[in-house]
Structure formats: C-alpha cells, structure tokens
Nanobody, 124 residues
Framework: QLQLVESGGGLVQPGGSLRLSCAASGFTSYTIGWFRQAPGKEREAVSCISSRDGSGYYADYYVDSVKGRFTISRHSALNTVYLQMNILTPEDTAVYYC???????????????WGQGTQVTVSS
C-alpha cells in the first residue's frame, strides 16, 4: 500500500509562488499526478510526471491553464515529487492532491493511490 503525503500549501498573494511536495516511500516506479479541486468545481488534472525510462527520460504533462507557470519534478532519492507553482492567481485556489499510478505513462491508465490534499489559497 502506497501512502502519499502532500505538503506546502498555504495562503499566498496573487503573483506569488508556492512549492507543493508529495512524499511516499517506494514510488520510483509510479507515475505521479497532481490534481486540484476548487469549491463547486470538478476535480481537475493539473500535471503529471512519469517514472524514468531506460534513457533517463521523464514524460510530463500540464493542463493548459498552468503551462509556463507550474513545473513538476521528482527527486527519486528523496521519494518526493514537487510542483513548483509561480505567478499564482485566485483561479489557482483549490485543494491540491497528489496521486500515483502505474509508471511509464503520463497520464497513467489509472491512479490507484491518493493523498489527503493540501489547501492552496491565492488572495490579497
């Protein structure tokens, strides 16, 4: 059973930055995704990063609304995936969740493990 723990959420002013972390042991072979859900809205896939392939390459994905502002990365030795979020706007306000699915593809065919979520609030 993979347990995912998110951290790094908080309150930030528009234009500011936050870095979310998703930590778990033994998830180097999993694709990790970030999702968000704002009040009254459906859950949205924000980004994902695959496990490393034989060439050392990671596939990644970003939803259009965060391209150029968010960056996903993974630190295998620390068993952590990061979501660096820059130039935040109030529309980014949501609970952010990380999830894990079978590796190699981004997005994977399914996400089988989910974290508890971390609140991100962008407000002046």
């Amino acid at each position: 059973q993979l347990q995912l723990v998110e951290s790094g959420g908080g309150l930030v002013q528009p234009g500011g930055s936050l870095r979310l972390s998703c930590a778990a042991s033994g998830f180097t072979s999993y694709t990790i995704g970030w999702f968000r859900q704002a009040p009254g809205k459906e859950r949205e896939a924000v980004s994902c990063i695959s496990s490393r392939d034989g060439s050392g390459y990671y596939a990644d994905y970003y939803v259009d609304s965060v391209k150029g502002r968010f960056t996903i990365s993974r630190h295998s030795a620390l068993n952590t995936v990061y979501l660096q979020m820059n130039i935040l706007t109030p529309e980014d306000t949501a609970v952010y969740y990380c999830a894990a699915g079978p590796g190699g593809r981004c997005p994977p065919r399914s996400y089988d493990y989910w974290g508890q979520g971390t609140q991100v609030t962008v407000s002046s």
